[in-house]
């Protein structure tokens, strides 16, 4: 067994409770490019005239919902991942009784598709959508099959995705639960991302364990604050492990 691989595996080993906190980095290993990739920011800028970080906001859904939906299906909806091979690890490492929480920044919902059940998803999944006035619950299909504005079948009131929108704050009640579990934590896993991510950096003051393991594909300037950095493919690493 590598080395590194080893040494991970003692900790996880040793450790009474581990939370994964999972970036950006756990999708595009499976070769889905997000809306903020460069390339593909580009290309949605000339196809739509306005960057996907102006579109994926709630003054965008309020003032141009025509717009917005025909954005979300055809590049939000349109192109939901499989999981990635980090999900089905993780969820082997769960069953196992190796990690008792996952906290992902994914709206694609991958690490429960994937297995696991004790998931925060940080920004909601694009596979729930709610009626705002009667609460209504709609479907992935329901949202693609509507023509133009996806329109509630009770009181006809425009359809929300239950995502975060860029800007948008993050429910208070996730936000409680996601601390909470990082205060419990011994050994906490940045997969995919950095200690100095835009989502993340802010919860990591609430970790006091043992081990900050950061996992991801390239080398960044904070790496030096983990206790161990393994610069790979999150989901290559956990394979791995054999759990």
């Known amino acids: ?125 694009v596979f729930e959508n709610q009626c705002p006035h009667c609460g209504e619950i709609y479907t992935v299909e329901d949202m693609l099959n509507a023509k133009g504005i996806p329109s509630c079948r009770v009181c006809n009131t425009t359809i929300r995705p239950k995502v975060s929108l860029f800007g948008e704050m993050v429910d208070s009640r996730i936000m409680t639960r996601t601390t909470e579990e990082i205060e419990k934590a011994e050994v906490l896993l940045l997969l995919g991302t950095t200690l100095r991510s835009d989502v993340f950096s802010n919860y990591l003051r609430y970790f006091h364990g043992k081990y900050l393991v950061a996992i991801h594909r390239t080398p960044h300037y904070s790496d030096g604050k983990a206790d161990m950095v393994i610069i790979d493919e999150p989901g290559h690493i956990l394979e791995q492990l054999g759990y």
């Open 1 to 125: 067994m590598d080395e590194r691989i080893a040494a991970l595996r003692r900790i996880l080993d040793e450790s009474n409770y581990t939370v994964a906190l999972c970036g950006s980095g756990m999708m595009t290993e499976g070769g889905v490019r997000g809306i903020k990739d460069p390339e593909r920011a580009y290309e949605i800028e000339k196809k739509y005239g306005a960057s996907p970080e102006y579109i994926f906001t709630s003054a965008y859904y309020n003032t141009r919902p025509e717009k917005f939906f025909h954005f979300y299906k055809e590049e939000i909806l349109k192109h939901i991942p499989d999981p990635a091979p980090g999900s089905y690890a993780m969820a082997r490492m769960e069953a196992a009784g190796k990690l008792q929480c996952v906290i992902t920044a994914n709206v694609y919902n991958q690490a429960i598709r994937g297995g696991c059940e004790h998931v925060i998803n940080l920004h909601g999944t």
